[in-house]
């Protein structure tokens, strides 16, 4: 499976971005699905994530409220809409892939997209 993050980019403080993660394969709709992040200097950490048919999603405290996990299992994508973006939101967005359904691990990463989020 390889997977692609897109979307990110330069917003203000406020505003929103929708982030989008593609995915080849067909074996996408079976994966459980995770966004996670990393800002300059820190640890990587988790954002969100969603069950393969969508029907579980769970969210890092820090984001609840503000962003939303979704995916479409025809197009082989997973969206993470984040909204009220704060500048501490700053960081490389990445999407990941796990097969066993459980969260535990993810056994496939894609490459980053930056969000940077000025005050």
């Known amino acids: 499976v390889q997977l692609q993050a897109s979307g990110g980019g330069l917003v203000q403080a406020g505003g929103s971005l929708r982030l989008s993660c593609a995915a080849s394969g067909r074996t996408f709709s079976t994966y459980r699905m995770g966004w996670f992040r990393q800002a300059p200097g820190k640890e990587r950490q988790f954002v969100a994530a969603?069950?393969?048919?969508?029907?579980?999603?769970n969210y890092a405290d820090s984001v609840k409220g503000r962003f939303t996990i979704s995916r479409d299992n025809a197009k082989n994508t997973v969206y993470l809409q984040m909204n009220s973006l704060k500048p501490e939101d700053t960081a490389v967005y990445s999407c990941?892939?796990?097969?066993?359904?459980?969260?535990?691990?993810?056994?496939?990463w894609g490459q980053g997209t930056l969000v940077t989020v000025s005050s």
């Open positions: 969603i069950s393969w048919n969508g029907g579980n999603t």
């Open positions: 990941a892939a796990n097969r066993d359904g459980t969260g535990r691990s993810y056994d496939y």
